[in-house]
């Protein structure tokens, strides 16, 4: 059998002839001669070239006019390459629209499959005219944030008049008469227009998450810096990546597929498939997507500066009290008038969301990055509680709104707006992107603050695997948050109360955490009063809403209450009765990278639980409505600690009532604990549970061994080794 012939084809291009090459490669099953040849603008040249080249050649691709303008080597219109494309009938002429069509929608969507929701909200800048037509129509599918440099795109206003009855017929007569005015006098119409555009579209440009545009088109624009941007182009040889990698770009999505060692455009291959068509057949989608498969092309992904993602958030914050309003400037003024300060907590209630900081400078060790927005809402919570929960669902949707536009992907509530009617469910399914209130992280932080203020007092017993060899209490363990704090205790200490007045839910979840291998030997109560005096650690999560839900008087000098409820369990009334209890609220989270956010009454680089939630969800790239409601899920309460610790999440400070407490804070409980501990009860009765662990400044409590004793634990029975300067003695309980 005769071998077929080997097919010519060639790309006439308006750029320069320095890329210009003619190679032999196999592709498809059949033999191909490649050949380029370029003009550096000359539009006659061109047509000439396509003349001289249709007397032997299979296909022509023309190509380059758009680029040969941005480059300035061409000042005509655009549209005269239809003259070049028209010169011959004798072989196909292709421009590669075509296939650039298929191939720029699959090179978007498989971004979107290999890394979902990268394309959310993203603010993105179109370069250049109707080439990247289709680009952003698929682009629009995921962000409406699209802004582009043609001052003919930058609105949709006939796309608006064309989908409206009464006006289409007047607007398509109107396009008709504009469609038929020279290119030239086009051009002069909308000079002036174009120079605003390209200004708008510049500023855009600076704070672009994607910029689309062909490489000669990015460099024209003169993008200084591309730090941080995904650019989808087309045609990206090695030195042009390495350029775009040069200016920090993240992702370069080249929807030009690379068959050979060289560099050819996608009308070339449009071109090679219509050569391989038997003369007078037509080329359609359906042998573009033959050649595709059996050529195995596929867009590239090329990642300059290694695998990295950079992420946006937003997080929604309101003052606390009239005192926020005191040290607004503005406001300052207005609040000192007598009356005038419940009037502006009033007024302000009504304001639109504002941005009060932009965050930036997180990173994480695995090289994903974010930035993000902290929204303000007006509303204090005597404000919030005064009005129905409808009014304060309008002010977080107005700032989902914003986030939105903003180009955040996901949207966290923090403080009060978490907790105001039902704890999100609501703002979740009517906001445009995903919300997440963060009281996993939340949970998760309060329980970590736990466990480090334990070792921090160094009264009950933690060895070096984090067990407690202490007893614990979880009051509200029935509850969401309950269970999910008394699933993780149960695993870190030796005896476990779980107390809540549904006897039969406790005695199901006892069961349930039995059935995990729990640690310690559980309990189950209604009421925590008898077991109290005995903990040395109690987390209280229940729903009481102000309710009194243990007596601190009867709780042991030196325990650890953790309050995981919202609104608090423990008032800080009761807090102040006892100095040698420590009480904590939260655990706040430091942030990896060099943080810089606005003042939010945290050190530097720190942030809340909740915040910190949605910052790890945004590092990961997972654009959900992960927590919302007032239950909390033991298996989400894990997952985000875990996310937490890959994305460099540390335990910063531990707060109370009164904000975060510091090392001489713990020293002065630890010391009350102590003198509270020795004066309850004579030396000779103190028993073996209330013996401090770690190396003391003060005689112990038991023997009266001098300072400089060591006290050691041994599970199972309990042994207390005592040795003192002048004097050593061993008891055991």
Not at 590 to 608: C, F, H, Q, S
């Given at each position: 059998?005769?071998?077929?012939?080997?097919?010519?084809?060639?790309?006439?291009?308006?750029?320069?002839?320095?890329?210009d090459f003619d190679e032999k490669v196999s592709f498809a099953g059949r033999d191909f001669r490649l050949v380029r040849r370029g003009t550096k603008g000359d539009l006659q040249a061109a047509e000439d070239l396509v003349w001289k080249w249709s007397l032997k050649a299979d296909a022509i691709a023309v190509t380059g006019i758009r680029e040969a303008r941005a480059a300035g080597v061409f000042d005509g219109d655009v549209h005269e390459i239809r003259r070049v494309l028209r010169t011959t009938g004798r072989v196909p002429v292709l421009d590669g629209s075509m296939l650039a069509d298929v191939l720029q929608e699959w090179a978007i969507r498989q971004v979107q499959a290999q890394m979902p929701g990268y394309f959310a909200n993203a603010r993105t800048v179109v370069l250049g005219g109707s080439n990247h037509n289709r680009t952003a129509?698929?682009?629009?599918?995921?962000?409406?944030?699209?802004?582009?440099?043609?001052v003919t795109k930058r609105t949709d206003v006939p796309l608006a008049l064309a989908s409206n009855r009464v006006l289409s017929p007047a607007a398509k007569l109107g396009m008709a008469s504009w469609r038929l005015t020279p290119d030239i006098i086009k051009d002069r119409a909308e000079a002036p227009a174009q120079w605003v555009s390209e200004q708008l579209a510049r500023r855009a440009a600076k704070?672009?998450?994607?910029?689309?545009?062909?490489?000669?088109e990015l460099m024209s624009f003169g993008l200084e810096e591309l730090a941080g941007k995904t650019v989808i182009t087309n045609a990206i040889s090695d030195g042009r990546l390495a350029e775009l990698g040069a200016r920090g770009v993240d992702l370069v999505v080249d929807a030009t597929p690379r068959p050979f060692p060289f560099m050819v455009v996608t009308a070339m291959i449009e071109a090679m498939a219509a050569a391989m068509l038997d003369r007078g057949e037509s080329l359609g989608t359906d042998d573009l997507v033959e050649l595709i498969e059996s050529a195995n092309l596929e867009p590239r992904l090329l990642r300059p500066n290694g695998d990295r993602r950079k992420s946006r958030f937003a997080f929604v914050i309101h003052p606390l009290s009239q005192q926020y309003f005191k040290n607004v400037e503005a406001l300052g003024m207005l609040t000192k008038v007598p009356g005038m300060g419940r009037a502006v907590e009033k007024a302000m209630a009504y304001a639109p969301p504002f941005v009060y900081s932009h965050v930036t400078g997180i990173e994480s060790p695995t090289?994903?990055?974010?930035?993000?927005?902290?929204?303000?809402?007006?509303?204090?919570?005597?404000?919030?509680?005064?009005h129905s929960p409808e009014f304060t669902y309008s002010r977080l949707l107005e700032a989902a709104d914003l986030s939105r536009k903003l180009g955040a992907q996901i949207m966290g509530l923090g403080a009060f707006t978490k907790v105001v009617g039902d704890a999100g469910v609501t703002v979740a399914k009517q906001a445009a992107l995903p919300v997440t209130t963060g009281n996993s992280y939340s949970a998760s932080g309060a329980l970590w603050a736990a466990h480090a203020a334990m070792k921090r007092l160094g009264i009950a017993p933690v060895d070096d695997d984090g067990i407690i060899h202490g007893k614990a209490m979880v009051v509200g363990a029935s509850g969401a948050i309950g269970s999910v704090c008394a699933r993780l205790l149960a695993q870190v200490t030796d005896e476990l109360w779980l107390v809540s007045p549904e006897t039969a839910k406790l005695l199901a979840i006892k069961k349930e955490i039995e059935a995990e291998n729990a640690r310690a030997v559980l309990h189950v109560a209604t009421n925590p009063s008898a077991a109290l005096p005995e903990m040395d650690l109690i987390v209280t999560a229940t729903s009481a809403a102000g309710n009194k839900v243990l007596d601190i008087m009867r709780v042991k000098p030196g325990c650890v209450i953790t309050d995981v409820a919202r609104p608090l369990d423990m008032s800080a009334e009761d807090v102040a009765k006892r100095p040698d209890v420590l009480v904590i609220e939260s655990g706040e989270i430091?942030?990896?990278?060099?943080?810089?956010?606005?003042?939010?009454?945290?050190?530097?680089?720190?942030?809340?639980a909740c915040l910190a939630e949605t910052v790890v969800l945004a590092l990961e790239g997972r654009y959900e409505t992960f927590t919302v409601g007032r239950n909390i899920e033991w298996e989400k309460v894990k997952e985000i600690y875990r996310l937490g610790l890959k994305h460099g999440m540390k335990l910063a400070t531990i707060s109370g009532v009164r904000g975060v407490y510091t090392d001489e804070d713990f020293a002065r409980v630890r010391e009350a604990a102590l003198e509270a501990r020795r004066a309850a009860k004579p030396a000779a009765e103190v028993p073996a549970d209330d013996i401090?662990?770690?190396?003391?400044?003060e005689p112990c409590a038991r023997c009266g061994a001098e300072a400089g004793h060591r006290c050691r634990t041994r599970t199972g029975r309990l042994t207390r080794t005592h040795s003192g300067r002048n004097a050593t003695q061993t008891t055991s309980a």
């Open positions: 059998m005769a071998r077929a012939k080997r097919l010519l084809v060639v790309n006439v291009t308006l750029q320069g002839n320095d890329w129509k698929v682009l629009r599918e995921f962000t409406q944030n699209i802004d582009y440099l043609d704070d672009a998450d994607v910029i689309v545009g062909t490489f000669t090289g994903a990055s974010v930035e993000g927005w902290l929204i303000s809402v007006g509303g204090t919570p005597r404000e919030m509680l005064s430091e942030l990896p990278g060099d943080v810089k956010m606005g003042n939010i009454g945290l050190p530097k680089g720190v942030a809340y401090p662990s770690g190396e003391l400044d």
